[in-house]
């Protein structure tokens, strides 16, 4: 399960560019998973996220066993500069396996004999084994040499879905939703100039099915606009969406947030959502009118191409988040 949906969400991504992109920019996500204290009396061997500087700047920093520990026992402490992207440190660890959390209730993430935690020093608690296995994946991947976060959307998106959204959930779907007259693909090119025609033609044909998708499924046909400063959808629509962000998971939601955040669009989050849409497809919608400007001026090398490799990245691992952290 986890191979079949990290091959399908990373196939888009086969780009030349990708490593380029990972290591210029941070992947960015409209919410960023917090980090607690580091402070605790929790025994057991771990990974976690540390506020605090030490000494070393961003290097890694080992804690040995306490004094009234009744086994031997260590914790290792990341800088903060792990959740904005920076490398941190060397690779520490020799193995990287996965187990049932010790309640039964979902997966965790094993480096060597500690076990992966959140920034706030809670256990990396994941609610599939693909999705256990997809995020160790992502830590088995890491050289020797350093850390590098920027390569591992899926643990980002699993500390915002475990740590921000429970949180914060409420103004996530306030935020959406103000966004949502707004909504990419609610805005439409005048179809009555030269310079616009083409463009209009384009969202005309590759648009207006996803519009009617929406008017199925909500019973409200959305309305297309040409201002920049959007238009007013129906109350029912609204209602409509509203009530479906209110009933997503945590998961769901912080990857519905990702998505809508890099494509400027919750309707398309909610087509990848709702299976209407692939992950190309997505991206082609996205990228409509500049396509069409690339095309006709031609590709900025080292600007347009990044920028293609960076929305692949950023809807590729959402969707594939999506997809591995659904019990089936």
Not at 209 to 235: A, H, I
């Amino acid at each position: 399960m986890a191979s079949a949906v990290m091959k399908k969400a990373l196939n888009p991504i086969k780009d030349s560019l990708i490593l380029r992109v990972l290591s210029s920019r941070n992947l960015r996500f409209s919410s960023v998973a917090t980090a607690g204290n580091p402070e605790s009396d929790d025994t057991s061997s771990s990974f976690t996220f540390n506020e605090k500087k030490n000494d070393k700047g961003d290097s890694i920093y080992i804690k040995g066993p306490s004094s009234n520990s009744q086994r031997e026992t260590t914790s290792v402490t990341m800088p903060m500069s792990f959740m904005t992207g920076s490398i941190v440190g060397k690779r520490f660890y020799q193995q990287v396996s996965t187990r049932e959390a010790d309640d039964g209730n979902g997966w965790t993430v094993m480096l060597d004999y500690r076990t992966l935690k959140t920034p706030s020093k809670r256990p990396l608690k994941l609610p599939t084994l693909s999705l256990a296995k997809a995020i160790a994946a992502e830590w088995e991947y890491q050289q020797t040499d350093g850390i590098r976060p920027f390569t591992m959307p899926l643990m980002k998106l699993a500390c915002t879905a475990l740590e921000r959204v429970p949180l914060t959930r409420m103004k996530i779907i306030d935020y959406l939703m103000k966004k949502f007259n707004q909504d990419l693909v609610f805005c439409r090119a005048p179809g009555d100039s030269d310079l616009t025609i083409g463009v209009f033609e384009r969202q005309v044909e590759k648009i207006d099915p996803l519009l009617q998708w929406v008017e199925s499924e909500f019973g409200f046909m959305p309305v297309v606009y040409s201002s920049f400063f959007g238009g007013k959808q129906e109350d029912g629509l609204v209602n409509a969406v509203q009530n479906l962000l209110k009933k997503t998971d945590d998961c769901e939601l912080a990857a519905m947030d990702a998505i809508a955040s890099a494509a400027h669009s919750l309707v398309i989050a909610i087509g990848i959502f709702r299976g209407k849409l692939q992950i190309e497809e997505a991206i082609e919608l996205i990228r409509l009118e500049e396509d069409l400007q690339v095309d006709k001026w031609g590709l900025v090398e080292g600007g347009h191409d990044i920028d293609i490799a960076d929305l692949k990245v950023q809807i590729s691992s959402a969707a594939a988040f999506l997809g591995l952290s659904r019990r089936y």
